[in-house]
């Protein structure tokens, strides 16, 4: 299985972060986390990019906050699909980095997920994946089914709560 290449801008984002790893992980899904930044080391970013493909990664993930550029300078670097994640930092709630990260111009597309939305970073990358891995679709069908249970039991609680009263 091809690999999912995780970058975060600076150490102070992989609280956020570790939420995307640790569901990759419950899919065994293979991944490989760095710290590049897209202003502090450029470089460092730029390469992990231009070489994921050849180096067996098939999505990467980008996550930072603030003036969040990291996502676009990715993509601009690679055809592998980027799924962006805008951090919220201390001031402005996050919305400094979803604007930086989603309003990309044509051309250059990053897939930005919500606000500290690691969890579905991580989800649509098991998804590009199982495009042609029948075994982790069928993972992710069995999450899907496990969820809808866990959101059932939850409703049929509640109704047995209200028809008490
Ligand atoms: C961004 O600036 C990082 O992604 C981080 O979210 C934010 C603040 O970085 P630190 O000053 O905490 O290293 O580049």
Known sequence: ???VGIIMGSDSDLPIVKKA???LASFGI???VHIYSAHRTPVEARDFA????????????AAAGMA????????ANTTLPVIGIPCKSTTLDGID????TVQMPSGIPVATVAINGAV??????????AVEDAELAKKLDD?????AAAVLEKDARLQAELNAQ
């Open 120 to 129: 579905n970073a991580a989800l649509i990358c098991a998804q590009i994946l």
């Open 30 to 32: 293979p991944y490989e």
């Open 143 to 147: 999450k899907r089914a496990k969820d």
């Open 21 to 23: 790893i640790d569901t």
């Open 68 to 75: 969040a550029h990291l996502a676009g300078a990715i993509a």
């Open 50 to 61: 231009v070489n994921a493909r050849a180096n067996g990664f098939g999505a990467i993930i």
């Open 1 to 3: 299985m091809r690999k």
């Open 97 to 100: 980095a979803l604007l930086s």
